[in-house]
């Protein structure tokens, strides 16, 4: 929920560039269900997904760049940066 604090973000870059991760509570780890994830490019561009009842989430076709995830209302533990490289 809004405010609450969460752990770190965990995620993952896939070949053919998608960021997959999984929301969880930092108070006991439980995952975070139906909660807004957001993904910035430098250039300010985002698109939002809910993550799925297990906490997670997935942004396919991803160009090379930086990006910022942002969970939830931005609590503790709620923002996460991340870069996609050429392999």
Same mark, same amino acid.
């Given at each position: &929920? =809004?405010? =609450?604090?969460?752990?770190?973000? =965990? !995620?993952?870059?896939?070949?053919? +560039? *998608?960021?997959?991760?999984?929301? /969880? +509570?930092? *108070?006991? $780890?439980?995952?975070? %269900?139906?909660?807004?994830?957001? !993904?910035? *490019? @430098? /250039?300010?561009? *985002?698109?939002? /997904?809910?993550?799925?009842?297990? $906490?997670?989430?997935?942004?396919?076709? +991803?160009?090379?760049?930086?990006?910022?995830? @942002?969970?939830?209302?931005?609590?503790?533990? %709620?923002?996460?940066?991340? &870069?996609? /490289? =050429?392999?």
């Amino acid at each position: &929920s =809004e405010g =609450e604090a969460l752990t770190g973000i =965990e !995620l993952a870059i896939l070949g053919g +560039r *998608s960021i997959i991760g999984q929301v /969880t +509570r930092q *108070s006991d $780890g439980a995952v975070v %269900s139906n909660i807004p994830v957001q !993904l910035f *490019s @430098l /250039t300010g561009a *985002s698109i939002q /997904t809910l993550t799925d009842v297990n $906490g997670n989430y997935r942004f396919d076709g +991803r160009n090379i760049g930086d990006y910022t995830i @942002l969970v939830g209302g931005g609590g503790p533990g %709620s923002r996460a940066d991340v &870069s996609i /490289t =050429e392999l």
